[in-house]
């Protein structure tokens, strides 16, 4: 049976992934079509690639569907300055690139591969490899201003929707966001700001200043990042139970913006 994890982060796993090498030419990144001339400057940086995608067209309306759900959400939908590429690569080439592993992240990638794209790019990126036949996501803790992975398995959401959701949540914690779930499952994932505080008091000073009354969507509530003690800025948001939420919360919002924006 598969198993199906949601929330699992782990910081810096990007470096321990690349376990293998062997020589190989350097790879072609295409701009996503319908987007902009990509910038090699621009602040937030994308590329998409497939695994065990039965077919060009699947992978190209997943990247669809991934990029019309950022452009709706706040703060994204506020910023312009995006560079979305893809890679297409053949079953052969793909088995060469990836390999699965019993370990987490659940796929190794080849030490040249990274270099190729950092190469073209001359920039950081956030690389989203999307398997098709996989039913583990993950991500790692970084931030803005750093080169990391995400791992989407394709199989493991219901529908589109919860597809998008999951990918929202697991690029908020490349970008620095806490999982603010209380459960088990969110334990591997540190407290620590902008949205994961061990106190009340420490949760006053990072986000006390967005309590504005009784209406507002922002407090002190308790459970986050795995333990029930911990305090989270909303009730809900995509950092904790992405099905349930449309939104990334103002408190996570305000930190995307800055972080994007420095």
């Not at 067209?57 to 590429?85: G, M, T, W, Y």
Request: aromatic fraction near 12%; include cysteine.
């Amino acid at each position: 049976m598969r198993k199906s994890i949601r929330r699992l982060k782990i910081g810096g796993f990007f470096f321990l992934i690349l376990l293998f090498y062997s020589g190989a030419s350097a790879y072609d990144i295409e701009p996503y079509a319908g987007e902009p001339v990509s910038k090699t400057d621009a602040r937030f940086n994308l590329v998409f690639c497939p695994l065990n995608y039965p077919d060009q067209e699947s992978f190209q309306e997943d990247i669809q569907a991934l990029i019309r759900s950022l452009r709706k959400v706040k703060p994204f939908n506020e910023l312009n300055s995006f560079s979305f590429h893809y890679i297409n690569l053949s079953k052969e080439e793909a088995s060469v690139i990836f390999k699965p592993s019993q370990n987490l992240p659940p796929i190794r990638v080849r030490k040249d591969f990274i270099n190729d794209l950092s190469l073209k790019l001359k920039t950081v990126y956030k690389l989203i490899i999307l398997d098709a036949r996989g039913s583990v996501s993950c991500s790692e803790l970084s931030s803005a201003d750093k080169t990391s992975l995400i791992v989407l398995g394709r199989s493991r959401y219901k529908d589109k929707d919860s597809f998008v959701k999951g990918f929202l949540h697991e690029l908020g914690h490349s970008l620095g966001l806490r999982d603010e779930s209380p459960g088990a499952q969110a334990a591997l994932c540190p407290p620590g700001p902008p949205n994961c505080a061990v106190t009340k008091e420490e949760a006053r000073s990072w986000w006390g200043d967005l309590i504005t009354g009784q209406d507002s969507r922002v407090g002190y509530f308790e459970g986050c990042c795995g333990n029930r003690d911990y305090f989270r800025p909303t009730i809900a948001s995509l950092m904790n139970d992405p099905d349930k939420a449309g939104d990334f919360g103002p408190v996570n919002e305000r930190y995307l913006r800055e972080a994007l924006r420095n």
